[in-house]
């Protein structure tokens, strides 16, 4: 469920946590600062609950629920949104990058989602599953390029992007999808909507070359960081492990190759695999 400012529609779960927590506050006659001094917390981070842009941790929920005489139940309610699940572990994410002012992303084996385009992301999403007519595909896909909307937005974040070679070159969905796919992130450099970097294959071993990060930057909250392994997804917001992700960012951005060494590359290969698939140089992918 996406978040939204339409009253008609349903609230996400962190919306719904959020109004409760003004609702109760406001009853009790509580300011969002006068409950942040109780809980030890700043009257923004207060403002973010409220809003459903950012949801307690659990420490935070037992502190509300001591604060606001609610006997647990707001713990037990942050508690089962944590509950297990492949789509579920990447939910705080999708509801916080519309509000981030930077998002650093590194992607291992795969190109990162909000640059995925149908074809790639429908492969993706299909090899996941042993019966792919079963697995909701249609839904994933839609739900990964909607993401991507922040691109449309001239005061949206500055995005940055770290692939390893390794993701170019594997051929995702045949030649003529991967050629669509690596135009597709070109257009996005050359309209100056994301920063692009890749790591060659020259470079060996790289501060990131375990593990998919993505670290989002705020105006007015704490940066967090995600980090994604096999059907398992963490978000941190620990500052020591949040500096920790940004710093073996920094590191292998640091081995990478130039925006512009990078494009070129990528037009490179978007061109091998173009002769592959039999088909004409056609740089109007958008």
Same mark, same amino acid.
């Given at each position: 469920?996406?978040?939204?400012?339409?009253?008609?529609?349903?609230?996400? /779960? !962190?919306?719904?946590?959020?109004?409760?927590?003004?609702?109760?506050?406001? !009853?009790?006659?509580?300011?969002?600062?006068?409950?942040?001094?109780?809980?030890?917390?700043?009257?923004?981070?207060?403002?973010?609950?409220?809003?459903?842009?950012?949801?307690?941790?659990?420490?935070?929920?037992?502190?509300?629920?001591?604060?606001?005489?609610?006997?647990?139940?707001?713990?037990?309610?942050?508690?089962?949104?944590?509950? /297990?699940?492949?789509?579920?572990?990447?939910?705080?994410?999708?509801?916080?990058?519309?509000?981030?002012?930077?998002?650093?992303s590194y992607g291992s084996a795969l190109i990162p989602g909000l640059l995925q385009t149908v074809d790639y992301a429908t492969a993706v999403m299909r090899a996941?599953?042993?019966?792919?007519?079963?697995?909701?595909?249609?839904?994933?896909?839609?739900?990964?390029?909607? *993401?991507?909307?922040?691109?449309?937005? /001239?005061?949206?974040?500055?995005?940055?992007?770290?692939?390893?070679?390794?993701?170019?070159? *594997?051929?995702?969905?045949?030649?003529?999808?991967?050629?669509?796919?690596?135009?597709?992130?070109?257009?996005?450099?050359?309209?100056?909507?994301?920063?692009?970097?890749?790591?060659?294959?020259?470079?060996? !071993?790289?501060?990131?070359?375990?593990?998919?990060?993505?670290?989002?930057?705020?105006a007015d909250a704490p940066p967090l960081a995600y980090v994604e392994g096999l059907n398992v997804g963490h978000v941190f917001d620990e500052p020591a492990l949040v500096n920790a992700c940004q710093q073996s960012f920094d590191l292998?951005?640091?081995?990478?190759?130039?925006?512009?060494?990078?494009?070129?590359?990528?037009?490179?290969?978007?061109?091998?695999?173009?002769?592959?698939?039999?088909?004409?140089?056609?740089?109007?992918?958008?």
């Open positions: 469920m996406t978040r939204s400012k339409d009253r008609d529609k349903p609230l996400t /779960p !962190a919306e719904f946590l959020g109004q409760e927590i003004r609702r109760r506050r406001e !009853a009790l006659g509580l300011t969002q600062a006068e409950l942040g001094e109780m809980i030890v917390m700043s009257p923004q981070m207060i403002a973010h609950f409220e809003a459903g842009r950012r949801k307690p941790r659990l420490d935070d929920a037992k502190r509300l629920d001591q604060a606001l005489g609610t006997d647990g139940w707001f713990y037990r309610l942050r508690k089962n949104m944590d509950a /297990p699940g492949i789509a579920s572990k990447f939910a705080t994410v999708r509801e916080l990058e519309p509000f981030a002012t930077v998002i650093q996941g599953h042993a019966n792919p007519a079963l697995g909701g595909t249609e839904e994933q896909v839609a739900a990964r390029l909607e *993401r991507a909307r922040i691109f449309d937005d /001239p005061d949206g974040p500055d995005t940055w992007f770290l692939v390893d070679e390794h993701a170019i070159r *594997r051929c995702v969905a045949g030649p003529a999808a991967m050629a669509r796919q690596l135009r597709h992130i070109a257009a996005l450099v050359r309209r100056g909507r994301i920063r692009f970097h890749l790591l060659p294959f020259s470079v060996g !071993a790289h501060a990131l070359l375990t593990s998919m990060v993505l670290i989002l930057r705020f292998a951005l640091g081995d990478a190759l130039s925006a512009d060494q990078s494009l070129a590359l990528l037009e490179e290969v978007a061109e091998d695999y173009e002769r592959q698939a039999g088909q004409p140089d056609d740089r109007s992918v958008a």
